[in-house]
């Protein structure tokens, strides 16, 4: 029994190296024909990796070790948008990180949290983000708009999480790059657990002020004079910007390697849907992204 365990473990160890040696040479090949950007850490990527951590705590939530310090680290491709409205794809890397402190403090991709109170299954807190900006080099519709600087998030969250549900809002107020504010709305279920297989469901509803909205989707009567593809001045209005469906899927390695799928769909929404960066011939209101990623919890 004992040499039967020991060769179901090496057979785990040596199929999780195969398949990190997989997804290693898939990101070599993608990010080889991708001439911009191959990591992407973009806004509409951090919703749908958060989309993959909170699926796979709420249905694997002994994945973390016990401990007062937990790591979950993983590496991943995927086809993402070049910007939130494009209608061109590619394949690039996805990081996924995530470090938890005594179930108080998690760092969550570029987002830091902190559980300031905790009453049975409702938690709610301060957080800090650090969101990337775009450069206008990420695709040709951008050229001549410039760029959005990377900036500071602060603001706080409020959710409530059984062992297959979660319900969620966090607010967060940029501290530069005239972003603004926003404010996200998320819901998840678990919908399958069987042996070392895994299915969750999700879905998300963003919401941005005026000035977030004009930054992301307006135009300028300046942008407009330099963009190469001549876009006509556009007034983005604050409210719901997009929606997106989130499934994920996984399948337990082992003890602390998960090999994890996504396919988010999203729609764009009011003013970010009427940008010209989405109706003029560049974008699209729908936004996909799917990808597969192996992690490892210690």
Same mark, same amino acid.
């Given at each position: 029994m004992r040499e039967k365990e020991m060769g179901k473990k090496k057979q785990s160890l040596l199929y999780s190296a195969g398949i990190a040696a997989l997804l290693s040479t898939i990101w070599s090949v993608g990010t080889a024909h991708a001439t911009s950007q191959p990591i992407d850490i973009s806004d509409r990527v951090e919703s749908a990796v958060e989309a993959v951590q909170e699926g796979l705590e709420i249905l694997w939530p002994e994945? &973390?070790?016990k401990e007062d310090f937990s790591f979950r680290l993983g590496i991943g491709t995927g086809f993402t948008p070049d910007y939130?409205?494009?209608d061109n794809y590619r394949?690039? &890397?996805l990081p996924i990180l995530e470090v938890k402190y005594k179930d108080v403090w998690r760092l969550n991709g570029t987002k830091l949290s902190y559980t300031?109170?905790?009453r049975g299954h409702f938690e709610a807190g301060p957080l800090i983000n650090y969101r990337f900006g775009r450069s206008e080099s990420q695709n040709k519709a951008l050229r001549g708009l410039g760029n959005i600087s990377d900036t500071v998030e602060v603001g706080g969250f409020i959710q409530y999480r059984t062992k297959k549900m979660l319900l969620n809002a966090d607010f967060r107020q940029a501290l530069g790059a005239s972003q603004g504010q926003t404010l996200r709305l998320t819901v998840g279920h678990g919908i399958l657990k069987k042996g070392p297989f895994f299915m969750g469901v999700g879905a998300r509803a963003k919401i941005m002020n005026k000035k977030g909205m004009q930054t992301n989707f307006g135009i300028t009567?300046?942008?407009s004079d330099q963009s190469e593809y001549g876009f006509t001045p556009y007034e983005a209005k604050a409210g719901f910007s997009e929606v997106s469906g989130n499934v994920v899927a996984g399948y337990r390695l082992n003890e602390n390697a998960r090999i994890v799928s996504l396919l988010s769909v999203g729609r764009l929404l009011n003013g970010a849907k009427n940008s010209p960066l989405v109706t003029s011939g560049t974008g699209s209101k729908y936004q996909i992204i799917a990808?597969?990623?192996i992690t490892f919890s210690f």
């Open positions: 994945g &973390f070790p939130v409205g494009s394949l690039r &890397f300031a109170i905790s009567q300046q942008q990808g597969t990623a």
